[in-house]
């Protein structure tokens, strides 16, 4: 257990030496991997920001049912009765008086409403739902009705809202795949360059009985502390990102009468990007060494 946990120290230190070794151009290849994944991980953040605000909008399903202009709420007392039979349903009626004298009064246009021949508001009922998918459910049967000129669904846009969140999501996973491919190329390619830095050191441990486990560690660590320092790069871009948004999100929510603040990376999902960019990078030098390694077999 001892010479286990010896040949591991041993694989960390000469790592972090070979790491430090060319800082420029550790800096450099910190700042792609950290800028490449701060793009994705951004999105996501700002995707998950707008989904807690959806979620805790005070919206209430419901269809709002117009009749047709020549129908009266007393002709429709059938469609009112079946409607409040429904479990789940509450049920409201708008008469087309009512209404207008209301929107004369809020609207303070007086003059308007004498202006009008006629009422140009029809009569109207309001189903509001328990179940926020049932009014997507009875949406169709209302529209087949005679007497019914419109029905229209006004919680809607909160679900074309999820639905592009879950768009969005979908496409922030593909971008962060494809990032991850070419971060696994990346490492790959900058593994190779320390294999060939350190041929000479590789081909003698082989003739002196070396294992392969022996001379991969080292490098599998180089591998896994550059992506574990990249994701903490793009963690801190993300964070700095969150941070100079805050202001001008808050102002443009302030103009809409809503209170809103963005939030940036929660822990855990900043625990996942790092641990990921470090399989990734392992991964990456793990299939680096393993073709170098045939390679450098003696004859």
């Given amino acids: ?14 790592s972090i030496r070979s790491l430090f070794r060319q800082p420029f151009a550790l800096m450099m290849t910190l700042l792609v ?24 909008m005070p919206v ?12 009266r709420l007393a002709n429709v007392g059938p469609l009112i009765a079946d409607l409040k ?43 509001k739902f328990d179940d926020i998918n049932a009014p997507a459910q009875l949406l169709p049967v209302l529209q087949q009705k005679p007497e019914v000129a419109e029905v229209i669904h006004d919680a809607a ?22 990032l991850g491919v070419g971060l696994l190329v990346i490492m790959a390619n900058t593994v190779r360059l320390q294999i060939l830095l350190r041929k000479d050191e590789i081909e003698v441990s082989q003739l002196i009985g070396a294992t392969n486990r022996y001379i991969r560690r080292p490098f599998l660590y180089f591998a896994a502390l550059q992506g574990l320092l990249g994701g903490a790069v793009a963690w801190g871009v993300v964070e700095f990102a969150v941070i100079q948004l805050h202001e001008p999100v808050t102002q443009l929510a302030h103009l809409y009468g809503t209170d809103l603040a963005l939030s940036g990376m929660p822990v855990l999902e900043g625990l ?4 990921s960019v470090m399989l990734i990078s392992w991964l990456g030098a793990w299939i680096a060494v393993g073709r170098h390694l045939k390679a450098f077999m003696p004859k």
Avoid at 38 to 55: D, F, H, M, T, Y
Avoid at 158 to 175: K, M, N, S
Avoid at 272 to 275: A, H, M, S
């Fill in 33 to 56: 991997i950290g800028v490449a994944l701060a793009i994705p991980a951004l999105l996501w953040v700002l995707i998950s920001n707008g989904e807690k605000i959806v979620a805790n």
């Fill in 60 to 71: 209430t399903p419901q269809l709002t049912v117009m009749l047709k202009p020549e129908v």
């Fill in 157 to 178: 846009w909160v679900e074309r809202l999820a639905a592009f969140a879950h768009l969005g999501r979908t496409i922030v996973i593909w971008i962060g795949g494809l």
């Fill in 272 to 275: 996942i990007l790092l641990v």
């Fill in 1 to 14: 257990m001892k010479a286990w946990w010896w040949a591991h120290q041993q694989a960390l230190g000469t």
């Fill in 85 to 127: 039979a429904r479990p789940g349903v509450q049920v409201e009626t708008v008469d087309r008086d009512a209404a207008f004298q209301d929107l004369i009064k809020r609207g303070q246009l007086g003059e308007l409403g004498d202006a009008l021949p006629d009422n140009p508001l029809p009569d109207a009922i309001v189903v």
